[in-house]
C-alpha cells in the first residue's frame, strides 16, 4: 500500500506563485511514476503534469512554461512549482503515483487563484 500526502496549496492572487509537494510512503518501487492533476468545479480531472523515475516528463498544454514538476527519488517526494498563475488555473490538485501497476492517488490540495 501506498499513501500519498499533499501540501502547499492555498489562495493567491494572479500572477503569483505557489509550490506543491507530494510525499509518498509505503510500498514503492524504485520504478515509478509520479505527476500531478487537477479538477475544477463542473470539470473532470486532468493532466498538469507527470514524471518518471528516470525523469522523463510529461505536461499539459496549458501549463507549459508556466509550471516545472521536479522529483526527489531518495525522499519519494515530488513539487510542482506554479508561476504566472491565473484564474482559470483555480482547481484541487491531486498527486498521483503508479508503482508495480497501481495507481494511487492524493486527498487533494486547493489552489484558488484570485483576478
Known amino acids: 500500500q501506498v499513501r500519498l500526502v499533499e501540501s502547499g496549496g492555498g489562495l493567491v492572487q494572479a500572477g503569483g506563485s505557489l509550490r506543491l509537494s507530494c510525499a509518498a510512503s509505503?510500498?514503492?518501487?524504485?520504478?515509478?511514476?509520479m505527476g500531478w492533476f487537477r479538477q475544477a468545479p463542473g470539470n473532470e480531472r486532468e493532466l498538469v503534469a507527470t514524471i518518471t523515475s528516470g525523469g522523463s516528463t510529461n505536461w499539459s498544454d496549458s501549463v507549459k512554461g508556466r509550471f516545472a514538476i521536479s522529483r526527489d527519488n531518495d525522499k519519494n517526494t515530488v513539487y510542482l512549482q506554479m508561476n504566472s498563475l491565473k484564474p482559470e488555473d483555480t482547481a484541487v490538485y491531486y498527486c498521483?503515483?503508479?508503482?508495480?501497476?497501481?495507481?494511487?492517488w492524493g486527498q487533494g490540495t486547493q489552489v484558488t487563484v484570485s483576478s
Open positions: 509505503g510500498s514503492i518501487s524504485s520504478i515509478n511514476v
Open positions: 498521483r503515483m503508479i508503482s508495480r501497476g497501481y495507481v494511487y
